[in-house]
C-alpha cells in the first residue's frame, strides 16, 4: 500500500467519523455525547490527512514534517477536547480571556493561532527536501521550453 493510499484512507476514515456523528443525530432522543467526540476525532483526522497528502511527494515519505502533522493532531485534540471537555461558562460576570469566553478562546488560539504560528516555520525549515529539487526544476524547465516552442 502506498503512502498516498494511506493519505486517503486516513481521510475516508475521518469522513466516515464524521459522518456518523451527523447520523447520530436522528437517533431517538438526538446524539450523544459520544457524537461530538466522533466530530472531533473524523475532523481530525481529514484535516491532517488532506496535509500529509498535499506534502507529500510522490512515493516519498513526510520526513521532518511527521512531527509537525503529529503537533497539529495534539494541537486539534487537545484544544477541542478541551473545549468540550469545559463546564458552560457564558453569562454576564463570567470570564473572559482576550475578550473570550473561555472555551471560544481555546479554540480561536489554539486551534487558529499556534497552528498558523508553526506550519509556515516548519515548510520554511523543510522546503529543500519537500518542495523542487534540481531534476524537478529541470523538468519544469523543459516543459516550458517545449511551450514555448510549440507557441512560437
Same mark, same amino acid.
Given at each position: ?8 484512507? +486516513?481521510? @475516508?476514515?475521518?469522513?466516515? /467519523?464524521? =459522518? ?5 443525530? %436522528? ?9 461530538? !467526540? /466522533?466530530? &472531533?476525532? $473524523?475532523?481530525?483526522? #481529514? ?6 497528502? $498535499?506534502?507529500?511527494?510522490? $512515493?516519498?515519505? /513526510? =520526513?521532518?514534517?511527521? !512531527? @509537525? %502533522?503529529?503537533? @497539529? @493532531? ?5 484544544? %477541542? =477536547? =478541551? *473545549?468540550?471537555? /469545559? ?12 475578550? &473570550?469566553?473561555?472555551?471560544?478562546a481555546l479554540v480561536m488560539i489554539g486551534v487558529g493561532v499556534l497552528p498558523?504560528? #508553526? ?6 525549515? +523543510? %522546503?529543500d527536501d519537500q518542495t523542487l529539487r534540481p531534476d524537478d526544476l529541470a523538468?519544469?524547465?523543459? *516543459? *516550458?521550453? *517545449? #511551450? ?5
Amino acid at each position: 500500500m502506498t503512502q498516498q493510499t494511506r493519505d486517503l484512507l +486516513t481521510i @475516508v476514515l475521518g469522513a466516515l /467519523l464524521v =459522518g456518523a456523528a451527523y447520523l447520530s443525530a %436522528f437517533l431517538p432522543g438526538g446524539a450523544p455525547t459520544a457524537a461530538a !467526540w /466522533l466530530m &472531533l476525532a $473524523g475532523m481530525t483526522l #481529514v484535516l491532517v490527512g488532506l496535509m500529509m497528502l $498535499g506534502a507529500r511527494r510522490a $512515493g516519498a515519505r /513526510l =520526513g521532518r514534517l511527521r !512531527w @509537525v %502533522f503529529g503537533f @497539529v @493532531v495534539a494541537i486539534l485534540m487537545l484544544c %477541542f =477536547g =478541551g *473545549a468540550l471537555m /469545559l463546564a458552560p461558562s457564558e453569562g454576564p460576570g463570567a470570564l473572559l480571556i482576550l475578550g &473570550l469566553p473561555p472555551r471560544a478562546a481555546l479554540v480561536m488560539i489554539g486551534v487558529g493561532v499556534l497552528p498558523a504560528l #508553526v506550519l509556515p516555520v516548519a515548510y520554511a525549515i +523543510t %522546503f529543500d527536501d519537500q518542495t523542487l529539487r534540481p531534476d524537478d526544476l529541470a523538468s519544469i524547465r523543459r *516543459a *516550458a521550453e *517545449a #511551450v514555448r516552442e510549440r507557441e512560437g
